[in-house]
C-alpha cells in the first residue's frame, strides 16, 4: 500500500475567495507541522484534532511569510482517506496554492494524482469502488437530478443492492455444496427446483437494475439531441431559443451556420445536449459541404432528432433527402415559420403530416409543444431519482449485464441436466462480476484507469 504523503489543491485554480490545499498520507501533520506558524504559538501536532486554527505558512527556506491561513489537522483513521490529513485554507487565486504546495513539496509530500485522495479511501476501505466512482460524479454533475443520482450511490445504494444479490448467490453455491459433499440425502430434485427458482428471482432483481440504466443514460449524459433541416428552416433560432441565449449566429441567409455546435440544457429537469447543425443541402462550398456531412454524420449517435420544416416553402428534395437518413431514429418533425402564408404539403408522408408539431420560433408560439413531447418520450416510465436504485454508470449496466447473463446459464445448464459443480462455476462468474463492480475483485490497471478519469485534488 502507498504510504507516501500526498499534496494537491482541493480547489479549482482561479480568481476565488480560499484556496485548500489538502494534505494526506502518514507525514501529513509533520510536514505541516514544520511549517505552520499558529498564532497561539504551539505546533499543529500539539493542537487539538479538527479544530481549525489561524496562522501564517512560513516558507522555512526564505524565513518568509508566505500566506495567512487557517488549518485543520484530522488524524486517521476518521478521514477522508482514513490517513492522517491536513487541510490548508489560504487565499485563492493560484500564487497561494502554488507557493503552498511548492513547500510542501520540498518538505518531502508529493503532488497527488488524478483521484489519489479517493483512490486511497477506496483502498483503505472506507468506501467501496460505486462510491468512490460517484464521489467524481458529483464534481461533474450539471443537474439537480444527476447530483442527486450520485449522491444516493455515494451514500451506498447500489453497493447495498449489490451486496444483497451476492448474498442470494453465496446462499446458492452453499445449498450446492450441502448436495456436492452429501450426495446420499439424495436431495437433489429437490435442490434443483430451489436453484431454479432462486436463480429466476435473482434475474428479476437484475432486470430492474439493468432497466434502470435507461433513466441513468438520460439524467447523467443527457438526451443527444440534433437540430437537423435543410438550410433557413430556423434550426439556429430554434437552438437559441432553447438556450435562451444568442448563442449561434441567425441571418436570413440559407447556410448561415457551417459547423455543428453543441451545448448543454436543462429544460424543465430534461438534460439535453443539442447539437445545432449546417442545414443540409447540395453545394459546392467547400466549407459549406463539409458542414452538411458533420452533420449527416452525427445523425448514428443521436437519441433524439428534431427535424424542422418550413411552413412557408413546397417540400423540396433535401427535405425528403432527409427524411430518408433518419427514417430509424426517433424524431421529433416540427413545422416552423407557420406565421408565415403555408406552402409546404406533406401529401406523401401521411405519418409526418399527423404528427408534426406547428410551431412560429420568430413568433414564440408552439415552442413548448416540444418540450413537453420530449418529456413524454423520454421521462414516461422514468424512474424516480428519489426512490429508486438508478444505475447510472455505463461500467456498472455492462457488468450487470454479464452477472445476469451467467445466472441465465445457470437454469440453461439445469435444462441440459448438467451436473451441480457446472452450475457453481456459474454462480462464481456470477459473483466474480458483481466483485468488478464494487471493487473487490477488479483489477490493478483497471482502478487505475477509473481514479486517472478523476480531477485533479479529489
Ligand atoms: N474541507 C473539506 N470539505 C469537504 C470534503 C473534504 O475532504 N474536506 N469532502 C471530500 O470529498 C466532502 C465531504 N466528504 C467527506 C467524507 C468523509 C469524511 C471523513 O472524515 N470521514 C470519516 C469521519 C466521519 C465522522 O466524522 O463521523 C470516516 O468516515 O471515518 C470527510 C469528508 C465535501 N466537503
Ligand atoms: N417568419 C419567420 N421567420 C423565422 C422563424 N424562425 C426563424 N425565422 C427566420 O428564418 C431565418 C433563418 O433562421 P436560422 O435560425 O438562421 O435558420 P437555420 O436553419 O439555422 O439556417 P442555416 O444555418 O442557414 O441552415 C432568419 O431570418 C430567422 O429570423 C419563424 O418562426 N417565422
Ligand atoms: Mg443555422
Not at 53 to 79: C, F, H, Q, R, S
Not at 177 to 194: A, G, L, Q, R, S
Not at 235 to 240: G, H, R, T, V
Given at each position: 500500500m502507498n504510504t507516501d504523503t500526498i499534496a494537491a489543491s482541493a480547489t479549482y485554480p482561479g480568481m476565488s475567495g480560499i484556496g485548500i490545499v489538502r494534505v494526506s498520507g502518514k507525514d501529513a501533520i509533520g510536514i505541516v507541522s514544520d511549517i505552520f506558524k499558529s498564532?497561539?504559538?504551539?505546533?499543529?501536532?500539539?493542537?487539538?484534532?479538527?479544530?481549525?486554527?489561524?496562522?501564517?505558512?512560513?516558507?522555512?527556506?526564505?524565513?518568509?511569510?508566505?500566506?495567512?491561513?487557517?488549518?485543520?489537522?484530522?488524524?486517521?483513521?476518521?478521514?477522508?482517506?482514513?490517513?492522517?490529513?491536513?487541510?490548508?485554507?489560504?487565499?485563492?487565486?493560484?500564487?497561494?496554492?502554488?507557493m503552498i504546495l511548492g513547500i510542501l513539496i520540498s518538505r518531502g509530500a508529493r503532488l497527488a494524482?488524478?483521484?489519489?485522495?479517493?483512490?486511497?479511501?477506496?483502498?483503505?476501505?472506507?468506501?467501496?469502488?460505486?462510491?468512490?466512482?460517484?464521489?467524481?460524479?458529483?464534481?461533474?454533475?450539471?443537474?439537480?437530478?444527476?447530483?442527486?443520482?450520485?449522491?444516493?450511490?455515494?451514500?451506498?445504494?447500489?453497493?447495498?443492492?449489490?451486496?444483497?444479490?451476492?448474498?442470494?448467490?453465496?446462499?446458492?453455491?452453499?445449498?450446492?455444496?450441502?448436495?456436492?459433499?452429501?450426495?446420499?440425502?439424495?436431495?437433489?430434485?429437490?435442490?434443483?427446483?430451489?436453484?431454479?427458482?432462486?436463480?429466476?428471482?435473482?434475474?428479476?432483481?437484475?432486470?430492474?437494475?439493468?432497466?434502470?440504466?435507461d433513466t441513468g443514460k438520460i439524467y447523467k449524459e443527457g438526451i443527444k439531441t440534433l437540430i437537423l433541416g435543410k438550410p433557413n428552416v430556423g434550426k439556429s433560432s430554434l437552438m437559441n431559443y432553447l438556450l435562451n441565449e444568442n448563442r449561434a449566429i441567425v441571418t436570413e441567409i440559407p447556410g448561415t451556420t457551417r459547423d455543428t455546435i453543441e451545448e448543454f440544457v436543462n429544460l424543465a429537469g430534461v438534460p439535453l445536449k443539442i447539437i445545432d447543425t449546417a442545414g443540409i443541402r447540395y453545394t459546392d462550398d467547400e466549407v459549406e459541404k463539409i458542414g452538411v456531412k458533420k452533420a449527416l454524420d452525427k445523425i448514428n449517435e443521436a437519441d433524439l432528432i428534431l427535424m424542422i420544416f418550413d411552413a412557408s416553402k413546397a417540400l423540396e428534395g433535401e427535405d425528403i433527402m432527409i427524411i430518408k437518413e433518419i427514417q430509424d431514429k426517433k424524431v421529433l418533425y416540427l413545422l416552423n415559420k407557420t406565421d408565415l402564408p403555408e406552402k409546404i404539403d406533406f401529401e406523401n408522408f401521411h405519418k409526418i403530416k399527423e404528427e408534426v408539431i406547428k410551431v412560429s420560433i420568430k413568433g414564440n408560439r408552439g415552442l413548448e409543444k416540444i418540450e413537453n413531447k420530449i418529456k413524454e418520450e423520454f421521462l414516461k416510465g422514468a424512474l424516480d431519482v428519489d426512490d429508486d436504485i438508478i444505475v447510472s454508470n455505463m461500467r456498472h449496466k455492462n457488468l450487470l449485464m454479464k452477472a445476469r447473463k451467467s445466472i441465465e446459464e445457470v437454469l440453461e445448464s439445469i435444462e441440459k441436466s448438467l451436473t451441480l459443480e457446472c452450475l457453481e462455476v456459474d454462480i462464481m462468474n456470477s459473483l466474480e462480476f458483481l466483485g468488478e463492480i464494487t471493487g473487490e475483485s477488479v483489477r490493478d490497471d483497471l482502478i487505475d484507469k477509473i481514479f486517472t478519469e478523476f480531477c485533479i485534488g479529489k
Amino acid at each position: 500500500m502507498n504510504t507516501d504523503t500526498i499534496a494537491a489543491s482541493a480547489t479549482y485554480p482561479g480568481m476565488s475567495g480560499i484556496g485548500i490545499v489538502r494534505v494526506s498520507g502518514k507525514d501529513a501533520i509533520g510536514i505541516v507541522s514544520d511549517i505552520f506558524k499558529s498564532k497561539n504559538g504551539k505546533k499543529l501536532s500539539e493542537l487539538k484534532n479538527r479544530m481549525m486554527y489561524y496562522g501564517w505558512i512560513v516558507d522555512p527556506e526564505k524565513d518568509k511569510v508566505a500566506d495567512e491561513v487557517l488549518v485543520v489537522a484530522m488524524k486517521g483513521p476518521n478521514t477522508f482517506t482514513k490517513e492522517d490529513v491536513v487541510e490548508i485554507n489560504c487565499h485563492g487565486g493560484i500564487v497561494s496554492v502554488e507557493m503552498i504546495l511548492g513547500i510542501l513539496i520540498s518538505r518531502g509530500a508529493r503532488l497527488a494524482e488524478r483521484g489519489e485522495f479517493t483512490k486511497r479511501a477506496f483502498l483503505n476501505g472506507r468506501i467501496d469502488l460505486t462510491q468512490a466512482e460517484a464521489v467524481m460524479d458529483l464534481v461533474s454533475s450539471k443537474t439537480r437530478n444527476s447530483f442527486d443520482l450520485s449522491l444516493h450511490q455515494l451514500e451506498g445504494r447500489l453497493s447495498k443492492e449489490i451486496r444483497n444479490i451476492r448474498q442470494s448467490l453465496m446462499d446458492l453455491i452453499s445449498q450446492i455444496e450441502v448436495n456436492i459433499d452429501f450426495p446420499e440425502y439424495d436431495e437433489e430434485e429437490m435442490t434443483v427446483e430451489n436453484i431454479k427458482n432462486i436463480s429466476r428471482e435473482i434475474l428479476k432483481r437484475f432486470d430492474k437494475l439493468i432497466k434502470s440504466a435507461d433513466t441513468g443514460k438520460i439524467y447523467k449524459e443527457g438526451i443527444k439531441t440534433l437540430i437537423l433541416g435543410k438550410p433557413n428552416v430556423g434550426k439556429s433560432s430554434l437552438m437559441n431559443y432553447l438556450l435562451n441565449e444568442n448563442r449561434a449566429i441567425v441571418t436570413e441567409i440559407p447556410g448561415t451556420t457551417r459547423d455543428t455546435i453543441e451545448e448543454f440544457v436543462n429544460l424543465a429537469g430534461v438534460p439535453l445536449k443539442i447539437i445545432d447543425t449546417a442545414g443540409i443541402r447540395y453545394t459546392d462550398d467547400e466549407v459549406e459541404k463539409i458542414g452538411v456531412k458533420k452533420a449527416l454524420d452525427k445523425i448514428n449517435e443521436a437519441d433524439l432528432i428534431l427535424m424542422i420544416f418550413d411552413a412557408s416553402k413546397a417540400l423540396e428534395g433535401e427535405d425528403i433527402m432527409i427524411i430518408k437518413e433518419i427514417q430509424d431514429k426517433k424524431v421529433l418533425y416540427l413545422l416552423n415559420k407557420t406565421d408565415l402564408p403555408e406552402k409546404i404539403d406533406f401529401e406523401n408522408f401521411h405519418k409526418i403530416k399527423e404528427e408534426v408539431i406547428k410551431v412560429s420560433i420568430k413568433g414564440n408560439r408552439g415552442l413548448e409543444k416540444i418540450e413537453n413531447k420530449i418529456k413524454e418520450e423520454f421521462l414516461k416510465g422514468a424512474l424516480d431519482v428519489d426512490d429508486d436504485i438508478i444505475v447510472s454508470n455505463m461500467r456498472h449496466k455492462n457488468l450487470l449485464m454479464k452477472a445476469r447473463k451467467s445466472i441465465e446459464e445457470v437454469l440453461e445448464s439445469i435444462e441440459k441436466s448438467l451436473t451441480l459443480e457446472c452450475l457453481e462455476v456459474d454462480i462464481m462468474n456470477s459473483l466474480e462480476f458483481l466483485g468488478e463492480i464494487t471493487g473487490e475483485s477488479v483489477r490493478d490497471d483497471l482502478i487505475d484507469k477509473i481514479f486517472t478519469e478523476f480531477c485533479i485534488g479529489k
